[in-house]
């Protein structure tokens, strides 16, 4: 990391250590449970830090200070943009909500808490009626009211009241969500602030954290080039290596907040696979899934689309992914109490996320919640039954998710 480049790093820290042994360091044999509790129990107390002007003797006190779990370059985040799609017709539910199964489920995500990460949210809005919204604003926008509209739409399909006699909400028994406002706002968009939200919202009892959202790699890259002066060989090879600590960073991240399920509660972090893809294109192409979604420990979303021979993949959905879900034409709420119709994996996000709070529903009256678990029942809940025949895996992973059927 050159020192000359004053950029702010992101740290994620432990508490300090009650004895000698250090549990990350990895457990002997005969203290394998006592070692997992200590992993739990420094990871309910880490924190995330940031220093704006890292020396090179900073970087490498860092690199040896057995309280530090991870640090990397703060790097650049911007919203997954949708596209914009054919207004949806009427019916009783929305065709994503239909596709998932979550009209028929008769889990309603009651007592389960969401988190979305975002552009903030409409909190007036009449789909947000009687929910619980406990709102935080990373970006020094004064406070975490939706401008873009983006937030509001994912929130809606997570845990939308019903609008105009139409269901547009997964888990619309959703009583309590906390929202973060990521994006946006003078100094939305970094990766500092995204684990910050991230944390923020384990710490506040999320057992699901949706994150619409992506790296900004061409425009760190560009920035490198046009505000430091740097060649495009030079700015390009140092955006990669912060690039893939970040990743390393949110991976570490994911795994901590499933190693403290033990002594919290689970959380689930599920996330846009992205929409850089064009399948469609001449020439046609397919990018991979893009961090933070490519991340270990973070359930990645491709998005699907209805049509008469089956569902199909959206050509703008990246490949790779864990799951897929409904991301094409998905009718939510938007600004000033409106509605839209949109497209993107920031629309098929939050169907998962919503199916999510379904299984831990329906997972919490059997006892505990387990991130394994949770995570296990969602994965193994999707299916190619609805895929046009074809479907490539590689493309959607296990396949459409879909919600819990009865309480056995």
Known sequence: ???????????????????????????????LESAAQGIAERAVGMTVETDDNPSSSTINALRNDHTVLGFAPAMPMILIEPLDADAAPAAAATWGVKAVGADTSPFTGTGVTVAVLDTG???????????????????????????????????????????????????????KALIGKVLGGPNGGSSDILASAMLWAADNGAHVISMSLGMDFPGWVDELVTVNGLPIPAATSIALEGYRANVRLFEQLANLLNARASVAQTTIIVAAAGN??????????????????????????????????????????????????????????????????????????????????LWAERLLAQGPLSPI??????????????????????????????APTSTS
């Open 276 to 357: 850089e893809s064009e399948r469609a294109g001449n020439p046609a192409y397919e990018i991979n899934v893009a961090p933070p979604a490519a991340a270990f420990g973070i359930t990645s979303v491709a998005a699907l689309a209805d049509g008469a021979g089956g569902l199909t993949v959206a050509p703008f959905s990246n490949t790779m992914a864990t799951v897929a879900g409904p991301g094409v034409g998905v009718f939510s709420a938007w600004l000033n109490g409106g509605t839209k119709t949109i497209s993107g994996t920031s629309m098929a996000t939050p169907h998962v996320a919503g199916v999510t709070a």
């Open 1 to 31: 990391m050159s020192e000359r480049l004053n950029r702010k790093i992101v740290i994620l820290r432990a508490p300090a250590l009650r004895s000698t042994r250090d549990p990350f360091d990895g457990p002997s044999a005969p203290g």
């Open 121 to 175: 949210i409409d909190a007036d809005h009449p789909a947000f009626a009687g929910v619980d919204l406990v709102t935080k604003d990373f970006t020094d926008a004064g406070s975490a009211e939706d401008d873009n509209g983006h937030g509001t739409h994912c929130a809606g399909t997570i845990f939308g009241r019903d609008l105009g006699g139409q269901r547009i909400g997964v888990a619309r028994g959703v009583q």
């Open 373 to 402: 678990l949770l995570q296990s029942k969602l994965i193994g809940s999707g299916t190619f039954k609805p895929l046009k025949s074809g479907t490539d895996p590689v493309d959607v992973g296990a396949g459409l998710i879909q």
